[in-house]
């Protein structure tokens, strides 16, 4: 059954570093998203991307984040300076079409961890 | 977003049916109950989902009130590895991403 992939499972890093966190969807899903869970909380919608552009995103997407999918296969999440506060469960997520009907395949998540 | 009220935490024996309720009383004509569940340490897995009518899958059911205001999800053998956390969620239908509130931990006892 086809999945979707994260990479990597854990990552730490340092304050103030960058970190590019990785997914494979399902090879014929057109929406991705990303999806945030701090230790304990609920998990929380970052943001959507279809046809190569952002469809919808959170308050908490601000200007240290940005998504792309730089080939067919990839979407990535890039957070450009770390604070301690994303720690937290990544998630992506993708579907094949985005009606209300319509359900999320999610990956097993990136744990970030920083320091 | 519309809101849905689950209760915080749920027991269940193995073996047993586990009727997991969902309230939903500011539901939209277009809104589909989506029901996913979070194993621990996993990502948030599709469970089922309707619209009107009740639902059957390998999973699990879902029965919906005829008001759409509530929903349950009926696990009809409660297994260990169901153990997990379950989210109602109300979806758009002209929607994208998910709101997940808080759900319901459910305990499986052997």
């Known amino acids: 059954e086809p999945e979707v992939t994260q990479t990597p499972s854990h990552q730490v890093t340092q304050m103030g570093q960058e970190v590019i966190l990785r997914c494979v969807p399902i090879?014929?899903?057109?929406?991705f998203y990303w999806y945030r869970q701090i230790l304990g909380q609920k998990v929380e919608f970052l943001v959507s991307f279809y046809n190569n552009e952002i469809s919808e995103k959170s308050e908490i997407f601000d200007d240290q984040f940005s998504v792309e999918r730089p080939d067919g296969s990839n979407f990535t999440l890039k957070i450009r300076s770390t604070k301690l506060e994303d720690s937290a469960m990544y998630f992506c997520a993708s579907t094949f079409r985005a009606g209300g009907g319509d359900e999320q395949y999610f990956g097993p998540g990136t744990r970030l961890t920083v320091t | 977003d519309a809101k849905t009220t689950q209760p915080n935490s749920m027991e269940s024996n193995e073996e047993e049916p586990v009727h997991l309720p969902c309230n939903h009383s500011?539901?939209?004509?277009?809104?589909?109950i989506h029901w996913y569940r979070q194993l621990p340490s996993q990502g948030p897995e599709y469970v089922i989902h309707g619209l009107t009518s009740n639902v059957n899958n390998r999973m699990a059911s879902l029965a919906i009130a005829e008001d759409r205001k509530s929903s349950t999800l009926i696990l009809h053998r409660a297994t260990l590895r169901d153990a997990a956390v379950y989210y109602c969620i109300l979806r758009r239908g002209t929607g994208n991403q998910f709101y997940f509130g808080t759900g319901t931990s459910l305990t499986v006892i052997p």
């Open positions: 500011t539901i939209s004509g277009t809104d589909y």
């Open positions: 090879s014929n899903h057109l929406y």
